[in-house]
């Protein structure tokens, strides 16, 4: 419980009795290569920290086609949060790409660091600040930034991305075809 207790007082001050009756609470669990978190039209009740792998999001359209639409990496909270805290069933799957182990945070937990810890609040604003601002540059890089623009800046967000996650993800990711991102890759890509 190393990996989240810093990953904690990185972002408010906790005593080590806070901390420890907040991670009480919280149980580690590893989830095989593939393995499924969390499921669409299920209510979401945890919030999982990496403390090593990385987990894909990803949505089905109507059709059935499946879009990754984001990747988280060790160090890092994820959640259907939206879902979560409205307590309704999630549209996302979040899925491990190689063997990936987590720390569970309950809701009971959760609501636990949020009536107790005495900067519970302001840990709870900062990783929704975190997420709010990676799905707004998310938005603006889909509609504002070419598919070269996005292919460049994608090992900022993702550090080693390209040797963790298979290619087909990463193009649905940026938003263009496998065979695009091969273009990509090659530098065959005419410049704007």
Not at 41 to 51: A, E, G, H, L, Y
């Amino acid at each position: 419980m190393h990996q989240i207790r810093q990953a904690i007082l990185s972002m408010i001050s906790a005593s080590d009795q806070e901390m420890n009756q907040l991670l009480h609470g919280c149980f580690l669990k590893t989830f095989q290569r593939q393995g499924i978190l969390s499921h669409p039209r299920v209510t979401p009740n945890d919030i999982f920290f990496i403390n090593k792998g990385i987990i894909r999001v990803i949505v089905h359209d109507k059709e059935g086609g499946e879009h990754t639409i984001h990747f988280a990496l060790e160090n890092q909270f994820i959640a259907d949060y939206s879902s979560f805290i409205q307590q309704q069933p999630s549209l996302y799957t979040l899925q491990a790409l190689e063997e990936t182990e987590v720390i569970v945070m309950p809701r009971s937990a959760v609501d636990w660091g949020y009536k107790n810890l005495k900067e519970g609040d302001k840990l709870g604003r900062l990783i929704a600040e975190f997420y709010f601002i990676y799905q707004d540059n998310r938005i603006k890089n889909l509609y504002a930034r070419t598919p070269k623009e996005r292919y460049d800046t994608i090992t900022e967000v993702f550090p080693n991305i390209h040797n963790r996650v298979p290619q087909h993800m990463i193009a649905s990711y940026l938003g263009i075809t496998p065979v695009h991102l091969s273009r990509l890759k090659k530098a065959d890509y005419p410049k704007v």
